[in-house]
């Protein structure tokens, strides 16, 4: 099992970065499938990235693609969402989520297992 907690959202005007960690505890971090999801007000969550366990594979969807960058430090059981070129459709609150199949990649939130409580991000137009 592992607890995420994410930290580095904020309010940014368009055009601006920010970047969003999320620390996992436990011993088994590294593990674990991480993927980034978000949610606006009145919309379903929706995938923005995933990364493999080893961090050599990453997937995003293709309103992030070219704008958004996902990492991971297994050392420091964290992984990160790099996010410029922001814009007011971004708008969400974020969330990681880790799966513990490490042979698939899923892009829906029920194909993980544990969730952070989320961070907003605000994009002023």
């Known amino acids: 099992q592992v607890h995420l907690v994410e930290s580095g959202g904020g309010l940014v005007q368009a055009g601006g970065s920010l970047r969003l960690s999320c620390a996992g505890s436990?011993?088994?971090?590294?593990?674990?499938?991480m993927g980034w999801f978000r949610q606006a007000p009145g919309k379903e969550r929706e995938f923005v990235a995933a990364?493999?366990?080893?961090?050599?594979?990453?997937y995003y969807a293709d309103s992030v693609k070219g704008r958004f960058t996902i990492s991971r430090d297994n050392a420091k059981n964290t992984v990160y969402l790099q996010m410029n070129s922001l814009k007011p459709e971004d708008t969400a609150v974020y969330y990681c989520?880790?799966?513990?199949?490490?042979?698939?990649?899923?892009?829906?939130?029920?194909?993980?297992?544990?969730w952070g409580q989320g961070t907003q991000v605000t994009v002023s137009s």
């Open positions: 436990g011993r088994t971090f590294s593990s674990y499938v």
């Open positions: 989520a880790a799966d513990e199949n490490p042979t698939v990649i899923h892009t829906t939130p029920s194909g993980y297992d544990y």
């Open positions: 990364i493999t366990v080893t961090g050599l594979n990453k």
